[in-house]
Each structure stands twice: as C-alpha cells, then as structure tokens.
C-alpha cells in the first residue's frame, strides 16, 4: 500500500548552497524499491498504521521553528542539565541515531517516520537517553503542531546543533511524514519481522549473499546465528545498535578488524569512506564525552 512522501522543496530556506539541485538527500536510492525485498515500505509506506503529517514551511514559521530550537539548546534543564550548557550534541546524536536506522538492501529504517520515538527502535540500547532528547523537544512539536513532523524537527535539530556551533550545512529538506507506532521498524529487529525479511532474501538472493549460512530456523528468538555478526540484509552487525558495537567487534577493542567491519557495515547504509570518516570522527568530536 503507499503512500505518496510529500516532499516539500526548500531550495529557498536552505542553510548553504546545493541542496535542492539533487533532490531530497533521505530519497536516496529509494526510486527502485519496488524490486526489491519488502519495497512496498518505508518511504511509501502503509496507510493501515498511521503515516501522517503535514508541513508549513513558510519562510516565518521555518524561521520561528529555527529560533525556537536555537533557544532550547542553551536553556538547561534540571531533568536533564545541558553539558557545558549547551544541548547540540545530544541534538546531533538523536538525529544521526534517527537516520542512522536506515539500510540500502531493501530501505528500511531512516528517519522517515520518526519511529525513534516508539519501540522496538526506541528501546535500543544505541538509544539510551534520547528519550530525554524528545522530551526537549517537545514543547517545540506541540507549540507548531502539524506545521512540522516529529521527523523533520529531528532532522532539523540536528542540523541547528551543528550550525549553531560553527558549523558547516550542506542544507534541509523537508516531508518526511510521522508514523503513529513502531510498527514499521519491527523488521529492523529483533522480531519474528526480521526473521521473515532474512527468509525472503534468501530466497531471492540464494547466489548472491552469505545469508544462507544464517541458522534461519533461530530468527525468531535471534537475529543472526551470532549477534555481533550479522550480515545482508541486515543494516548492523549487530542488532540493537545502530550500525556496529562501539566497543570493537564483539565487544573487542581491535582497531586492526574495527576498520574493515565499520567499511562494509556503513556501505550497508550506502556511505563511502569519506562520508563514514566525517560521521564518525566529526560526530563524536561533540559532546562532553569525546
């Protein structure tokens, strides 16, 4: 079933110039997903469970959204005190930990949606704390209601933290449409979900991959026959994390196989060395722990 994303183009709203020219970055790599395992989802996506949210983004209320969000990073909470007084790192982490879902063997996961907000995504031990982020967020959503979806604020948030601090914005797009449950991330995992798209893609994929050597009959219990190992279609290797175990491969301080395991678990997500070097290195250099 689909749905039609609503994109709405910003090409005069942009933080820097090139934005607009290629399209919408989050579209990437989606036009052929009809061929592809589960295609029918995420960016055209089930009605049946709650795909909505509109967009207002006249120049004053994406300018009003913009300051709100500016003010909130340095107005320190005591649930949750700002380190060094300023909320942008964690801003860029919720962000990052939004799109970061997102998987190129079949376009699950992503920011589209906003399910970070909902198990099982929410619930991801990758994701400890962000709860606090979106409920800083908050009063921002419900002050603009329908105007912008939880999804876009994310990913807007993020690009504030960043620009706010100094830094650089290739620019913003929005449409991305709010889901109303997590129902959409089940097949990202661990679920029985996850199990049946490992089971499709073996069956349409038999030559081309190593999934065949996953004890498939243990999917609905575990996700790959080792956690820590997964492989395509998955978008981790390791389920429950974003992308890889922080502490080294299963767990193992080993810079020698980090760097190859990091290579072929980001180019899961479509990114290449560069852009993998400038998430990870310029990412973790915010934030009071780095």
Not at 43 to 55: F, T, V
Not at 112 to 141: M, S, V, Y
Request: hydrophobic fraction near 35%; include cysteine; charge should be negative.
């Amino acid at each position: 079933m689909g749905r039609t994303c609503n994109l709405v183009r910003l090409a005069s709203f942009a933080l820097a110039a090139g934005t607009a020219s290629g399209g919408c970055p989050f579209l990437s790599g989606q036009k052929d997903l009809g061929s592809r395992i589960g295609g029918e989802r995420l960016l055209s996506g089930n009605n049946d469970h709650g795909h909505g949210g509109g967009a207002d983004y006249s120049r004053e209320t994406y300018e009003a959204i913009q300051a709100d969000i500016v003010s909130m990073f340095v107005d320190s909470k005591d649930f949750w005190p700002a380190d060094f007084g300023n909320y942008g790192p964690l801003f860029i982490r919720l962000a990052w930990h939004c799109a970061g879902s997102y998987r190129a063997s079949d376009g699950r996961g992503g920011c589209d949606g906003g399910r970070i907000r909902f198990f099982p995504e929410h619930g991801w031990a990758d994701n400890t704390n962000l709860d606090k982020a979106l409920t800083l967020l908050q009063p921002i959503k419900l002050k603009y209601g329908d105007a912008i979806s939880w999804a876009d604020l994310i990913t807007l948030t993020g690009d504030m933290a960043i620009s706010s601090m100094g830094g650089p914005i290739l620019g913003f797009c929005a449409g991305r449409q709010d889901d109303d449950s997590g129902y959409d991330s089940l097949e990202l995992g661990p679920s029985p979900e996850q199990a049946r798209v490992l089971v499709g893609w073996q069956l349409k994929f038999p030559a081309t991959t190593t999934v065949n050597k996953i004890h498939l009959e243990q999917e609905a219990t575990a996700p790959c026959a080792v956690n820590g190992t997964c492989e395509l279609p998955l978008g981790t290797s390791t389920v429950g994390l974003i992308y890889v175990n922080p502490g080294g491969p299963m767990g193992v301080p080993d810079p020698e196989a980090s760097a190859p395991e990091i290579r072929e678990v980001f180019a899961r997500m479509g990114m290449n060395d560069t852009e993998t070097v400038a998430l990870i290195g310029g990412g973790h250099a915010f934030g009071k722990s780095h």
